[in-house]
């Protein structure tokens, strides 16, 4: 897919945002792996994009895709946030004057 400033325009993206695609791409960018990474580190928001530009299924698709990616990521920083705890707890006691054998 190729997408111009314009065709942003017309599906009434933010001027600012459309204003960043043609700084860093001009006239269009062709929508791939390498142009959506460069779209996220400049902060433009693919969200929007895919609700603007996906058809029904393809969005449906990247919806169910990155719920299951935020479920992850939620289970990874539960694990990570216990680990924390229980390894900060000592100090916390120790800390308090309490002895943790």
Known sequence: M?????M????????????????E???GVV??????KRAREL???????????LS????KAYQETKAAA????????AAALKA???ATAPALLVGLGIETN
Not at 8 to 23: F, G, I, P, T
Not at 31 to 36: D, F, K, M, P, R
Request: net charge negative; proline share 2%; aromatic share 10%.
């Open 43 to 53: 902060g433009l928001d693919i969200n929007w994009f895919a609700k603007n530009f």
């Open 2 to 6: 190729y997408v111009t400033p314009e």
């Open 8 to 23: 942003l325009r017309e599906k009434h993206a933010c001027e600012n945002q459309v204003e960043m695609v043609q700084s």
């Open 56 to 59: 029904v299924t393809a969005l």
């Open 70 to 77: 935020l479920k992850a990521y939620q289970e990874a920083k």
């Open 31 to 36: 929508v791939n792996a390498e142009s959506l």
């Open 84 to 86: 924390h705890e229980e």
């Open 25 to 27: 791409w001009g006239s």
